[in-house]
């Protein structure tokens, strides 16, 4: 029992050690479309990131994806988006 423990909690610090430099697909794909307003997680989201933590810009990409019916958001989308904001 004691043997798990130590293993289990040598997992945890493993996932915790690894270092979060990679970014998302999402940012990714925005900055190879040229959106340069999308520069991290915090340009969606408010907080911790997650489906109910979206601020003006992802609450907006969730409705365009809706009106859409698409199966996921498509960064591309924010070109109208920032378009409209100026």
């Excluded at 909690?9 to 940012?27: H, I, N, W």
């Excluded at 810009?57 to 969730?62: D, M, P, Q, R, S």
Aim: charged content about 30%; aromatic content about 6%.
């Amino acid at each position: 029992m004691r043997c798990s423990n130590l293993l289990l909690a040598a997992a945890a610090l493993l996932v915790v050690a690894v270092p979060a430099s990679a970014k998302p697909a999402f940012l990714k794909k925005a900055k190879e479309d040229g959106i340069t307003q999308i520069t991290t997680c915090m340009s969606c989201h408010v907080g911790k990131p997650s489906k109910t933590s979206l601020n003006d810009t992802g609450k907006w990409l969730v409705k365009e994806m809706k009106e859409k019916k698409a199966k996921e958001v498509d960064p591309i989308w924010l070109k109208e988006y920032f378009a409209k904001k100026k």
